[in-house]
C-alpha cells in the first residue's frame, strides 16, 4: 500500500482525527472537551492534538522519524519531531489562545486563531 494511502487510513482509525472536519467552534470545543465542563484544558488540548502524531509514530517510540512523516513533506531541513517538542510547542500555542489567562480554553478563546 502506499504511504499516503496507509497515512489516510490511519488517520481515520484514530477518532479525534475526524474531529480536524468539526463545523463550528461549539463543535471543535465538544470534541476536544473529553469531560464535558465546557472548557478545554491543557491536557485535553494535548491529547486531542497530539493524536495525528500518534497515529504517525508508528513505531511508538515518541519520536517521529523521518520516514514517518507523510511522503514528499521531507525536505533538507526536516528534522525528526520527538513527543517532548511537540507537547512543549502545544503548550505554548495553549497559553497564547488562552487570551485571559484562566488556564483554559472557552469557545470564544478557541474560535480564535493564536496570535
Ligand atoms: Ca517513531
Ligand atoms: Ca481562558
Known sequence: MPVR????????????????????????????????????????????????FRAMDRNRNDILDLDEFPEGTVGPNTAPVTLKSRLRNLKAAFGRQDRNRDGVLDAKELGEPPG
Open 5 to 52: 494511502l496507509a497515512l489516510a487510513a490511519l488517520l481515520a482509525l484514530s477518532p479525534a482525527a475526524g474531529a480536524f472536519g468539526a463545523a463550528t467552534t461549539s463543535e471543535y470545543l465538544a470534541d476536544m472537551d473529553a469531560n464535558g465542563d465546557g472548557k478545554v484544558s491543557l491536557g485535553e488540548y494535548q491529547d486531542y492534538l497530539l493524536a495525528g
